[in-house]
């Protein structure tokens, strides 16, 4: 209800050419195939470049706007499937509390309702401040700043979500802590790709 009175005073703009209808239009990001890349444990798969609308989107995303999350969540569906279990990488506590909301943690959610797969909660990030605006050396020595705070995972087979990966480090990071908890990662997905 709270949603669509929302809607209605505020409807939902296109990041990239607010147009009125949806959080990212697919004039402006139209549908293809994901761009994959592999890490030393893991493979991303990404809707597209860090460039366009989709730098855009993202950048939206991380200034609080919902739709754009939504809309986000509904193209990131179109990569999960009902097997696998999704496990959003978390934001700082900082940045949850001046969003509103955890971009990541609604990406996942969004992303589980449509594709009809689990969303398990339970990863923190305990350390350590956001990576934006680090240099590629600190960004990939960044290490441990996660836990796993849920029920335990016991083989369960998990994809993480975030909206953007450049280096990799914080999904290694994150893939690391959920295997530790008794996961099994073999995969992520991701708004966009940082070159």
Known sequence: MFA????????????????????????????????SHALPTLTVHALGPYEGAWRSAVLALK?????VA????????????????L??????????????FDGGEMLARTAARISGATLLE???QVAGDAQ??????????ARGRFEWRGRPLEGRRV??????????????????????????????IVVARAA
């Open 4 to 35: 669509t009175m929302l809607d209605l005073l505020f409807p939902p703009q296109c990041a990239s050419c607010a147009t009125i209808g949806s959080g990212l239009c697919l004039r402006c990001a139209p549908a293809m195939p994901p761009i």
């Open 63 to 67: 200034d609080g706007r919902r739709d």
């Open 70 to 85: 939504g809309a986000l969540g509904e193209r990131l569906a179109s990569l999960s499937c009902a097997q696998y279990a």
């Open 87 to 100: 496990v959003a990488v978390p934001t700082t506590s900082a940045r949850r509390a001046q969003r509103g």
């Open 122 to 124: 339970g990863l923190v």
């Open 132 to 141: 934006r605006g680090r240099r590629r050396p600190e960004r990939l020595a």
């Open 159 to 188: 994809v993480l979500v975030d909206d953007v990966v450049t280096t990799g480090a914080t999904l290694e990071d994150c893939a690391a802590t959920v295997r530790t908890a008794g996961g099994v990662v073999y995969q992520a």
